[in-house]
């Protein structure tokens, strides 16, 4: 089968698409034909080797020390169960799913074996492959954020920094489906876009500045890492909640103690990768709340131009690539 390995760290055209055997699903597995992944800011950060500062050390250690130990990436996908495993009986050949192995990788590969009881869903019966694989990177991470950690509630004010990508144009949708009054950070040429998703409020950061004086709101979620507990605290209301979902290692050392000096709720880290929360998100999708954002498509065989394309930093939802 084709897949696009990752041999060493470094820009997108280390990465190359090349034939490896294909995987053999066991007894309780799903083997998946890909038809669309993702390039998320995950997969460019772990190619690029460009972890958030304090994790460079850490992250080498859990990913690979000089070239990454799974070189094949990618977290999220959608296509065809291709085969199932004996003892399999939640899926059948045919299923149309998406799935999200997270950090087991593996997704930029034309086949994909997953346990049949790990994070995979039927897909939302009007998506196609391309919005389907797009689900589950950025809906988990606001759904784990907005739900659990914050337990957002109708009418409270809601901030997402960083509202147009991935993580943000999620959280958006998301903490309206929870009716909540969102205000969107983001660029004045993603300002339409984010309205349309649901903010009631823009915010343009190259215009003005979330935390100036007399801006509050009950969570404020930071997918971009430019608003530590420092900037944002007197943005937040009592007993306001800080979500610093790409802070660096030092935050998130921090982020307790500043937890109980403050009274407010600082928390970070990675979103648990759970197969509920998938169905959730397909429930999501099917009622109208929720349908992510494609920034742009490429083929397998130009995905270091999808790799390109998220290094920007100026992607607008996901990048994806069609198999």
Partial sequence: MKAAICTAYGAPDVVRVIDVPAPVPKPNDVLIRVHATTVSSGDARIRGA????????????????TRPRKPVLGTELAGLVEAVGQNVT????????FAFPGVAMGCHAELKVMP????????PPDFSFEEAAAIAFGGTTALYFLRDVANVQRGEKVLINGASGAVGSAAV?????YGCHVTGVCSAANAALVRT????EVIDYNASDFAAPGLT?????DTVGNAPFARSKTALNKDGRLLIIAASLGELVKAPFQSK?????????????RAQDI???????????FKPVIDSCFPLDRICDAHARADTHRKVGSVVVTL
């Fill in 173 to 177: 949708q998301l903490a309206k489906h």
């Fill in 279 to 289: 169905e959730v998100l397909r429930q999501l999708c099917e009622a109208g709340a």
């Fill in 261 to 273: 000096m403050s009274g407010l709720k600082v928390a970070g880290g990675p979103a648990p990768e």
């Fill in 50 to 65: 460009n972890f958030p500062p304090g994790f460079s050390i850490p992250a080498r250690l859990f990913l690979g020390l």
């Fill in 90 to 97: 939640r899926f059948q050949k045919g299923d149309r799913v």
């Fill in 197 to 200: 998703l649901g903010a009631d």
């Fill in 217 to 221: 709101w009950d969570v404020i979620l």
């Fill in 116 to 123: 049949h009881d790990g994070a995979i869903a039927l897909m």
